[in-house]
């Protein structure tokens, strides 16, 4: 690609807010009983379209605020979580939304953090500090948004339960506000919308010890990172499956992440669940045909384990 391209592409980048989608995680195209409409309850503008039986996004409505990335339950929303992790990285955890006074380090809007960014976050920074504009009247995100927060926070401590997050409208501690604020804000702006067109950070999202594991989305990986540092009580979302099972493959098939997987083994069928990949988004309980899949929590060593966890396993009458 060019040079040109490049430049194209960035520019298409900076007037695009809409987050990128992966159908392929998507419970609605997954065709799970029950569907989700997650992401259009989130949406404050209405932005959002499930009409087609997958997400559309009008991006003449869309501010890019990231509620809807927070709710999804299959990852198959998401903003690149490289630049805002970075930008917690160099306020050694504290960050401002772009309305907020003060200055500092910058993201568009406190509704694109998620479960993950906080939770990795504060296993390396320690106390958390973020401050928010006048929601109330944002135009971005609007009212709902602290309300939201609250519940990615009490996500995160499921992953690292040690984590602390202090909400403030005031100025960022120890940043000093001067004459030359419109200015900062201004500064502050062009450096987040230049780094949502570079690529993510070459900085590991996962620590070296933690195991190649699965392919997981960047969130995911967060995650298992926060995870792996913390010395708590670790409530990782997982299933078990009950006697009744007939190893059909539906809970396979809706799965978004693939977190399950069906394997044949010397005429048995055994299904498997990558802890780590599970989002607790409870497709496979509500799609199971005899209803015999229930979510349950597990610690940090089933997470971090290097087999995956045998959820059932057995001849199938069918076989």
């Not at 602290?146 to 940043?175: C, F, H, K, N, S």
């Not at 995911?220 to 792996?228: E, G, H, T, V």
């Not at 396979?252 to 055994?270: F, K, L, Q």
């Amino acid at each position: 690609m060019g040079l040109l391209d490049n430049l194209l592409g960035a520019f298409l980048k900076l007037t695009d807010p809409t987050p990128r989608y992966t159908g392929s995680r998507c419970l609605v195209e997954k065709y799970a009983v029950g569907g989700c409409d997650a992401c259009v309850e989130a949406c404050p503008y209405e932005a959002v379209d499930l009409a087609h039986f997958r997400v559309e996004i009008d991006d003449t409505r869309c501010t890019g605020c990231g509620l809807c990335t927070q709710v999804c339950p299959g990852v198959a929303l998401e903003f690149p979580l490289g630049p805002l992790q970075e930008a917690l990285d160099k306020g050694r955890g504290q960050v401002k939304c772009s309305k907020a006074e003060g200055s500092g380090q910058e993201v568009l809007c406190l509704g694109r953090l998620t479960p993950g960014l906080l939770a990795e976050a504060a296993s390396r920074h320690g106390r958390l500090t973020l401050a928010r504009g006048d929601c109330e009247h944002c135009k971005i995100g609007g009212p709902t948004v602290p309300q939201a927060l609250e519940r990615v926070v009490e996500e995160a401590r499921r992953y690292y339960p040690e984590l602390e997050v202090a909400v403030t409208i005031e100025a960022l501690p120890g940043v000093a506000v001067g004459r030359r604020e419109l200015f900062q804000q201004i500064l502050g702006g062009t450096r987040r919308m230049t780094a949502e067109v570079l690529p993510e950070p070459p900085e590991a999202l996962v620590p070296e010890d933690a195991g190649e594991g699965p392919a997981l989305p960047a969130e995911l990986r967060l995650r298992r990172a926060a995870a792996l540092r913390s010395q708590g009580e670790v409530r990782w979302p997982a299933v078990r499956v009950l006697e009744g099972c007939t190893l059909c493959p539906v809970c396979t098939n809706v799965c978004p992440t693939g977190a399950i997987r069906r394997e044949r083994e010397e005429g048995e069928y055994v299904l498997e669940l990558e802890v780590s990949a599970c989002t607790g988004c409870a497709a496979c309980v509500t799609s199971c045909p005899p209803q015999v899949v229930e979510l349950v929590e597990v610690g940090r060593d089933a997470v971090l384990a290097e087999e995956p966890l045998e959820l059932y396993r057995g001849e199938p009458e069918w076989s």
